[in-house]
């Protein structure tokens, strides 16, 4: 089993940025793919990116703005978001696949954390 805990999350203006955190714990592996989605308020979760051991992957609509990345002896992975926008308010998902592939399927992904609110007001 692996345990996943966000945080990071917030309220912020149009424009600025959020850091957001994924701390794993459990049977945890450097191989492991992770990722996040998001999900608004009546709306499907959706991707948002993903990092495997050596490749990253983004959606369209956040590309040039956020960035994943990994500190794998923290056990931790990062979403940084910049030039926030009001219509990236959702509720942001930590993913765990123990494929080494970057896959962007909801339901490739094994383990999911809580998720963490980010809400960006105009």
């Known amino acids: 089993q692996v345990q996943l805990v966000e945080s990071g999350g917030g309220l912020v203006q149009a424009g600025g940025s959020l850091r957001l955190s994924c701390a794993a714990s459990g049977r945890t592996s450097s191989t492991l793919t992770m990722g996040w989605f998001r999900q608004a308020p009546g709306k499907e979760r959706e991707f948002v990116a993903a990092?495997?051991?050596?490749?990253?992957s983004y959606a369209d609509s956040v590309k040039g703005r956020f960035t994943i990345s990994r500190d794998n002896a923290k056990k931790t992975v990062y979403l940084q978001m910049n030039s926030l926008a009001p219509e990236d308010t959702a509720v942001y998902y930590c993913?765990?696949?123990?494929?080494?592939?970057?896959?962007?399927?909801?339901?490739?992904?094994?383990?999911w954390g809580q998720g963490t609110q980010v809400t960006v007001s105009s």
């Open positions: 993913a765990a696949d123990r494929s080494s592939r970057i896959t962007l399927s909801i339901g490739n992904y094994d383990y």
């Open positions: 990092i495997s051991w050596s490749d990253t």
